[in-house]
């Protein structure tokens, strides 16, 4: 039998907090997915002005982060053309993601789920989402 370890919806408040505060400080109105464990949506966040596209792109970004127990960023390395990963964003219905902006949540070195951003930057999204699990981290 395994014990899982996962995010509930105080702590996803928490992610969101966090980089909802940090895209404000930047001026840039975000969407925010955060996802238990299994890539599984717990709590979302669409500032107002985020954008329409970005909503799906965000919930996308943590599922990846999540279940792939890996940032996104780090599959765009090596999503390109020659290497063995390239194509990875077309398996799983399309659903895995290599654009800068989802990380997974990890506590006690056990990925606990995930958070996605989206509407600015990629480098924008990014600092977001570990502006959110600072904050998580903090309130701890």
């Known amino acids: 039998m ?30 925010i997915a955060v996802v238990d464990e299994s890539g599984h949506l717990i709590a979302f966040e669409r500032m107002d002005g985020g954008k329409v596209t970005s909503v799906t792109i965000a919930q996308d970004k943590a599922f990846t982060a999540a279940a792939a127990r890996k940032a996104t960023h780090e599959y765009n390395a090596v999503n390109v053309p020659g290497q063995l990963a390239f194509g990875i964003h077309t398996e799983v ?6 654009v800068g902006g989802g990380l997974p949540v990890v506590r006690d070195g056990a990925v606990v789920g995930g958070i996605g951003i989206s509407s600015g930057t990629p480098e924008q999204d990014m600092a977001c989402a570990q502006a959110g699990i600072d904050a998580w981290l903090a309130a701890d």
């Open 2 to 31: 395994l014990t899982i370890q996962r995010l509930d919806a105080a702590d996803a408040r928490q992610l969101i907090a966090g980089a909802a505060a940090k895209a404000a400080a930047i001026g840039v109105p975000m969407c």
């Open 93 to 98: 219905g399309g659903r895995l993601s290599s």
